[in-house]
């Protein structure tokens, strides 16, 4: 599996172009390592990545604790689903959270959190069922105000963001419309949206961050 320098390159120069012309953040690439080989990490760090994802605790873990001993700039996404017996295992390699979901998970993230802040703050995206799919993670948006309080008010926890995942069958712009809206609403301004298959609309819709593994890849 060979990363593929060429596709980076293009992803970002559209995305940069993009930023440019409307004045905005210039959007952060994440690049998912999830059932990619250790060679395909370092091919990828040589290029000069330093943001990565993964969705799978133990999966990280094999492949990026002696990694980020070498690179200590690696910053390391959580994109899976989280539980709440490997928050604090969790914490000991990821950087940034995209799928804060639930007063429960927050709260044992609350409370395990001060001993892996004292280095670099922990960061986290709200994830937002933005297609009300039973079977999919993240909170409703009816109930994402009162929870964004809690997380932020009544813990302790760094919110910079909310994350979506647009259902398979729809069209995915009006769900990162919707997500652009809603954390405008409660003042939040990195939008997690936009994988391999949508990211150009997701980068059109305000996208800050783009989570992107297949395009990158030489299977």
Not at 30 to 40: F, G
Not at 41 to 61: D, M, P, S, W
């Amino acid at each position: 599996m060979t990363f593929i320098k060429e596709n980076y390159k293009k992803i970002a120069d559209y995305s940069q172009n993009l930023s440019i012309k409307n004045q905005e953040i210039k959007p952060s690439i994440i690049v998912v390592t999830k059932n990619r080989p250790i060679s395909s990490v370092t091919q990828a760090i040589k290029f000069g990545i330093r943001h990565f994802a993964e969705n799978r605790l133990q999966e990280a873990i094999s492949k990026f604790v002696e990694i980020k001993k070498k690179h200590n700039d690696i910053e390391l996404h959580m994109t899976g689903p989280m539980q709440t017996n490997k928050v604090k295992k969790s914490l000991e390699i990821f950087d940034v959270f995209h799928t804060l979901d639930r007063e429960k998970l927050a709260l044992e993230f609350n409370k395990n959190i001060g001993d892996f802040s004292i280095n670099k703050k922990k960061s986290f995206f709200i994830q937002v069922n933005t297609g009300n799919e039973p079977q999919k993670s993240g909170i409703a948006t009816d109930q994402l105000f009162d929870f964004f309080n809690y997380c932020n008010k009544d813990l302790s926890i760094n919110i910079i963001g909310l994350m979506c995942i647009p259902p398979i069958d729809e069209d995915p712009q009006e769900h990162f419309i919707l997500l652009k809206n809603l954390a405008k609403n409660i003042n939040l301004k990195f939008l997690s949206m936009g994988m391999s298959a949508d990211y150009k609309t997701a980068l059109t819709c305000g996208a800050t961050h783009i989570r992107i593994g297949s395009l990158l890849f030489d299977d």
